[in-house]
């Protein structure tokens, strides 16, 4: 159960912080502010976040988002 309940937190903490750096772009999008080094290592870690859950989704770990 220890791995399951790990699991668990591992994924809200993925949603968390891929919907966090969403928000953070949108609002620099919003100032026009998409050329920044900023913006760009958001779009990295936003990459890395869609990644992982892409991985649980063909894994069957999770359903469609």
Do not use: C, P, W
């Amino acid at each position: 159960m220890e791995r399951l309940a790990a699991f668990e937190t591992m994924l809200a903490a993925v949603r968390e912080s891929h919907a966090q750096t969403d928000e953070k772009m949108r609002r620099l999008r919003g100032q026009g502010k998409e050329k920044t080094a900023t913006y760009r290592q958001l779009m990295g870690n936003r990459m890395v976040y869609q990644n992982l859950l892409s991985l649980y989704r063909a894994y069957g770990l999770i359903e469609g988002e």
